[in-house]
RNA sequence: AGGAGUAUAGCUCAGUUGGUUUAGAGCAUCUGUCUUACAAACAGAAGGUCAUAGGUUCGAAUCCUAUUACUCCUACCA
């Protein structure tokens, strides 16, 4: 039997569909023709910005999902005859970026602190050169219609003049001011650092417990600590609000250990009462959270390290020493003082930096902030007012949370690759700003706005650079030239996962109001995440994403996209299993077979329809419209693109496949030909999936029919509008048909007859007229039946089939009859169910409350139930009784 | 810690303003079938106390409250 098979494939070889060759043709068919460009022009345009991924980034499954969407949307609208326009890019990604050079510089050992800025940047560019394209070749391969000639990067001079000219114009408007900020400080590159330059480590510390006395009391408190060289530099001691001993201690001081300063006792909501001792020391210099705390009470801050680690002059026993020397000589200190009270083991996380491997240490340092509170109340009514949608629903009360609760924003990176801020001081006296693209304007401004005669020699540029989402921010009012802009601004959606809500759309939408007096998009389309099995998000540092390139090889970029919509319901997490690609792979593979079966209905003959055929034909006439109707209302509604393309998979493979080809394939035997209107179906069906699969569409289209020619390709073809009426009656009538075969076939199964059976069946019925017409159909399928008898009282045999309230009886005297005892087993058992559920319908109607207050149609219909089912039941009993 | 979300078949999810549903799909499972487009196919079967506990109602998977578990975002662990 294997032998077979193998023979068999080998001999259909040539009919397998081959998606390298074609997915590679196509596309490039579509660029060489142009047919990705968008110029203004007089129709109405679709735009998208697409989210422009980092350069260091290679696609993951998390890409797949979201640029799939865009180009379903894209190629829908343009064959809706849109003007589309879906604009590519790329982000510079100062974080990642710069991280990512320096280590393949290490590697060469190359430091960047060594070569100067100059030359690391050059190096940054020829890093972009080698890699910052992978992920764009990997996102042509999966077949986006983007119009490339428009592609778009967050470094190319244009956007970065634009970013400089955004942030000199909000200086110049009093929204940007410097402050201290707390940030991770490397003491031995003496440099701050990122959160993604930073490891995080479990480690077990030492908290030690230490007494405070207080000024005008014998008593004490305990302080726990993990940083006992730090008790120097406290302003404070805090407890958690509900200490009930805070009130009589609130009004007294505590004195530090050793040196004897009095500080006052606060409470934060901030502390807890369960870790430690309920009491800390609040240390605003050197920790995130005392610092916040300290803004809260106003306290000041009081520094006590060098930026190389050691300590200042703060307590002389400590001048100078390592911050870790400094600990044990203080430990020593407090423990010959007794103010330790015990040392307890904990586990916590130590906070390693990558460049050096030093344990990074928490700094004070002066950053650029954006003021929020003005700039985010420009967008406080745009959900009430229609303005934007969001979908899905869920994420407005995330959206509306993030606008109440925005924070001012830390523009300012300590980095050298990205947009560097353009502000320019008078060397050594920093008091003198301007806001100046070049030392040009900057020498002019210091004039005007200082009056002072300055030079090149004497003023200097700050050396930071602008937080990535400042320059991101802008992207969809920056990417387009002045002309451009007034014909595709705003876009249409922006289409993003919920991570980056607040980090960019948010700041999206302040941009377009603050800067062009409107919305950047009307909707926002938020995807789902894309997990692996475990649900763990697919992330490069993660490594658990697929290779890509080799599922598209695999599978091909059809099946890719079609599984990305058969996985994504309702926007949900998509769960990412390498075997959910097979669902998508079969049912490219029944698409490409369908065709082969419809080209071989080809005939020179005149069309000429078998007149039991046309049934079918109108049915699917009204299935196809109903179907073009019903996409439209997802599309114009919510656009859940995976609620429309499985739709398109129902009626393709199982409305078109395998009901009306196979009915077809059975006329065409008997030389009635359908070739034309089945190619009439068939084009629209490939037109409606060609959004999701382009690929093997436009490849069929090409095939097919009179269509030979490629000056008329399916991507810039009519989307198709529904042509007909809906005859619902005969949809409904298939959908019965459909039911009494699944009966039949049942009972085939149950009685196990096998096709060459012949059996005579009488059908007891007030709606003959319905089996009367369908029967040539039915029998298509099962063809078993032989002579059919309608209301036949002489014919009256024992098998029998309810469907609804009809009866067909089944002659089964040429055959043997199957287990008597098995069959009754299965007639009792849905008995029982029906009598439980006949049971609780007797309830209902008998619930005088019920029979009050309840609608009128609603107690019709449970009558109507009960006496249904009665019936069912007896007939059921009939047949055990017959028996 | 704050905010948001989710809980329905082995898995991924539907389930319209509470009553045409005896809670449905698709995968996976099991059974049958080489049938001239497709075995990566076709046909069939089995599988569920709708997370738990209360409440509202004539009637709850659906509305309300509490609990539990998980996920995400933000900020963190003295």
Redesign the pocket.
């Known amino acids: 039997?294997?032998i077979?098979?193998l023979l068999?494939?080998n001999m259909?070889i040539n009919?397998l569909y081959d998606h390298k060759l074609i997915e590679n043709f196509w596309y490039k068919y579509w660029i060489n023709n142009n047919l990705f460009k968008s110029i203004p022009n007089n129709k109405i345009p679709y735009t998208i910005a697409m989210p422009p991924p980092n350069i260091t980034g290679v696609l993951h499954m998390g890409h797949v999902l979201n640029v799939t969407i865009h180009d379903v949307l894209i190629r829908l609208n343009r064959m809706k005859g849109h003007n589309v326009c879906l604009i590519p890019g790329i982000d510079h990604a100062s974080i990642s970026t710069e991280v990512k050079v320096m280590q393949s510089l290490k590697d060469k050992n190359i430091y960047k602190d060594i070569i100067g800025r100059e030359k690391f940047i050059k190096y940054v560019y020829e890093w972009k050169e080698q890699y910052g394209n992978i992920i764009l070749n990997q996102i042509k391969k999966l077949g986006v219609s983007c119009d490339w000639d428009r592609l778009c990067f967050t470094m190319d001079e244009k956007y970065y003049n634009d970013v400089q000219d955004a942030f000199i114009h909000l200086y110049n408007n009093k929204f940007i001011y410097q402050d201290y900020k707390m940030v991770y400080w490397d003491t031995k590159s003496l440099n701050t650092v990122s959160d993604e330059e930073i490891i995080q480590e479990p480690c077990v510390n030492k908290?030690y417990y230490i007494k405070y006395n207080l000024l005008h009391s014998n008593k004490y408190i305990i302080v726990?600590?993990?940083?006992p060289e730090t008790i120097i530099g406290d302003v404070a001691i805090c407890t958690f609000i509900d200490n009930k001993i805070y009130p009589t201690i609130k009004d007294n001081y505590a004195l530090i250990p050793l040196i004897n300063t009095k500080i006052p006792i606060i409470c934060d909501h901030s502390?807890?009462s369960?870790?430690?001792s309920g009491y800390?020391?609040i240390t605003p210099a050197h920790?995130?959270?005392d610092y916040e705390i300290a803004k809260r009470h106003n306290l000041p801050v009081k520094n006590i390290l060098n930026k190389n680690g050691t300590l200042n002059d703060t307590y002389e026993p400590l001048n100078g020493l390592n911050r870790f020397i400094a600990r044990k000589t203080i430990v020593d200190l407090l423990i010959k003082n007794g103010h330790i009270i015990k040392i307890e083991n904990y586990k916590?996380?130590k906070k390693i930096s990558k460049r050096t491997n030093t344990i990074v240490e928490p700094m004070i340092t002066k950053q650029w902030f954006v003021k929020m509170k003005y700039l985010s109340s420009l967008c406080s009514t745009l959900l009430d007012n229609n303005r934007i949608t969001i979908y899905p629903q869920?994420?407005v009360?995330?959206y509306k949370?993030w606008l109440n609760n925005i924070q001012d924003w830390c523009i300012s990176r300590q980095l050298w690759w990205g947009h560097r801020i353009p502000i320019w001081y008078l060397k050594n006296q920093k008091k003198f700003i301007v806001a100046a693209k070049n030392s040009h304007q900057a020498i002019n401004l210091f004039k005007i706005q200082y009056n002072i005669d300055v030079n090149e020699n004497n003023i200097e540029q700050d050396k930071d650079v602008l937080d990535t989402w400042f320059s991101s921010w802008l992207w969809p009012i920056k990417i387009f030239s002045k002309k451009d802009f007034q014909y595709y601004y705003p876009t249409n959606i922006i289409i993003t996962s919920?991570?980056i809500l607040?980090?960019w759309i948010i700041r999206m939408i302040i941009a377009g109001l603050y800067f062009c007096q409107e919305v950047p998009f009307k909707k926002i389309y938020i995807t789902g995440?894309v997990r692996d099995k475990r649900?763990?998000?697919m992330s490069k540092s993660l490594g658990n994403s697929p290779d890509i390139n080799k599922l598209i090889e695999k599978y091909g970029a059809d099946s890719i996209r079609a599984s990305i919509f058969?996985?994504s319901?309702?926007n949900?997490?998509i769960?990412f299993e390498e075997s959910?690609c097979?669902?998508a792979?079969?049912f490219i593979?029944?698409i490409w077979?369908?065709v082969?079966?419809i080209e071989?209905l080809k005939s020179d003959k005149k069309d000429e329809y078998h007149i039991d055929s046309l049934k079918i034909i109108h049915w699917f006439n009204s299935k196809i419209n109903k179907t073009i109707i019903d996409l439209n209302q997802i599309y114009q509604n919510d656009n859940d693109l995976s609620k429309s393309f499985v739709l398109l998979y129902k009626i393709y493979?199982e409305d078109f496949?395998?009901f009306y080809?196979?009915i077809i394939?059975f006329y065409t035997k008997k030389q009635y030909r359908y070739y034309t209107i089945t190619i009439k179906y068939l084009k629209i069906l490939l037109k409606m999936l060609h959004p999701y699969i382009p690929f093997i569409t436009e490849e069929i289209w090409h095939k097919i029919g009179d269509n030979k020619n490629l000056l008329n390709p399916l991507i810039t073809s009519n989307y198709p509008q529904s042509y007909s009426n809906i005859n619902n009656a005969i949809i409904n009538d298939m959908k019965n048909v459909y039911d009494l075969?699944?009966k039949l076939?049942?009972f085939k199964?149950k009685y196990n007859i096998s096709s060459n059976d012949r059996l005579d069946i009488n059908i007891k019925s007030l709606n003959i007229i319905f089996y009367k017409k369908y029967i040539s159909i039915i029998k298509i399928f099962i063809q078993n039946i032989n002579n059919v008898f309608y209301n036949d009282d002489s014919k009256k045999y024992n098998e029998c089939l309810m469907i609804k309230n009809d009866k067909i009886y089944i002659d089964l005297s040429k055959k043997n009859k199957i287990d008597n005892i098995k069959n009754i087993d299965f007639l009792y058992k849905k008995i029982n169910?029906?009598i439980k559920?006949k049971e609780s319908i007797k309830k209902?109607l008998s619930?005088e409350?019920?029979l009050k207050?309840?609608?009128d149609n609603?107690i019709i219909?449970e009558k109507k139930?009960y006496s249904d089912?009665s019936e069912?039941i007896n007939h059921y009993q009939l047949q055990i009784d017959n028996d």
Not at 224 to 227: C, D, E, M, V, Y
């Open positions: 039997m294997i077979l098979n068999k494939q259909n009919k908290l726990a600590t993990s940083r502390i807890s369960k870790f430690g800390v020391k920790d995130f959270n916590t996380f869920k994420y009360n995330v949370n919920p991570e607040f980090f995440t649900g763990k998000k058969f996985l319901k309702n949900n997490d769960m959910y097979l669902q792979y079969s593979n029944k077979n369908s082969i079966l071989s493979k496949c395998s080809l196979e394939k075969l699944n076939r049942n199964i169910i029906l559920y209902k619930n409350l019920f207050k309840a609608p609603i219909k139930k089912i069912k």
